[in-house]
């Protein structure tokens, strides 16, 4: 039986949260999670985590962050640099979120740009990408999600193997639709070779995770693919039993032996 490469389930709490529901919720994933095989991390809104980092600490929870500004300082009001998150043991920042994308306006590059500034500062950033539903009824979603990658390896190239990439197909997104574990393969295979082709054998160890509406129903299959390598999880991740749930499908999907 070979062990696949620890798979990473990674929960964002988008713009939710309150002192109160945080801590229930945190606290019932600490008592739930023994100690997991695979990673786990929770992103959370910025007021929330010095909170976190203070439930999660000595627990099997990495503390994420949903942005991170592409710049290290100065006259940035209401961004978060990525020294900030560092002193809170910030280990995740995603990048790139869809939403991000749509009502902030992120371009490729300036994603790019925020994976770097991550990297730099021992961040690992999540880097999304993903079509919409009138791109993939257009064809186009290859095309997409290989030029949104593009750019990313572009400008760091030299340290392409320390990223995680999620593919979220935007059409997939809170709307209760979720890509076939087929669709998703393809576009998970498809992203596994331009990586390859930028970094060589180190491509097999970059986790790529599905972030389209995964949830505890279709998790085992979903995380059974062979280059699925976890999961960015949004509304699934706010409930304890839910999560808990998908990540003992990873677990489950990292013991199991290769087709």
């Known amino acids: 039986m070979t062990m696949h490469k620890k798979k990473l389930v990674a929960g964002n709490w988008k ?3 309150t002192l109160a529901a945080n801590e229930a919720l945190v606290k019932a994933l600490v008592g739930g999670l023994d100690s997991p095989a695979c990673d786990v991390a929770v992103c959370v809104p910025a007021p929330y985590l010095s909170q976190v980092q203070s439930l999660a600490k000595d627990s099997a929870i990495a503390l994420g962050a949903q942005d ?3 710049h290290a300082s100065g006259a940035f009001t209401g961004e978060q640099s990525a020294g ?4 809170f ?8 979120h869809s939403e991000r994308r749509q009502y902030h306006g992120e371009s490729d590059e300036a994603v790019s740009a925020k994976a770097a500034m991550a990297l730099r500062h021992g961040i690992t950033p999540i880097v999304c990408v993903g079509e919409t539903l009138q791109q993939r009824e257009a064809g186009q979603t290859d095309e997409v999600v290989k030029r949104q990658l593009a750019a990313v390896i572009h400008d760091n190239g030299h340290c392409i193997s320390e990223i995680v990439v999620a593919y979220e197909p935007v059409w ?4 209760g639709k979720t890509a076939t574990p087929e669709q998703a393969q393809a576009v998970h295979h498809l992203l596994r070779a331009q990586l390859h082709h ?7 160890g970059i986790r790529i995770l599905y972030g389209g509406s995964m949830n505890a129903a279709n998790a ?3 995380l059974a693919q062979p280059d699925i390598d976890g999961g960015l999880i949004g509304g699934a991740s706010l409930k304890a039993p839910d999560f808990l749930q998908i990540i003992a499908a990873a677990n489950q999907a990292m013991s199991a032996p290769r087709a």
């Open 84 to 87: 900030m998150l560092q002193e």
């Open 220 to 222: 085992a299959q979903l």
């Open 68 to 70: 991170v500004s592409a």
């Open 89 to 96: 043991g910030v280990r995740y920042a995603i990048v790139g």
């Open 198 to 204: 930028a970094a060589g054998d180190h491509a097999a």
């Open 15 to 17: 713009m939710n949260g």
């Open 172 to 175: 997939a997104i809170g709307t």
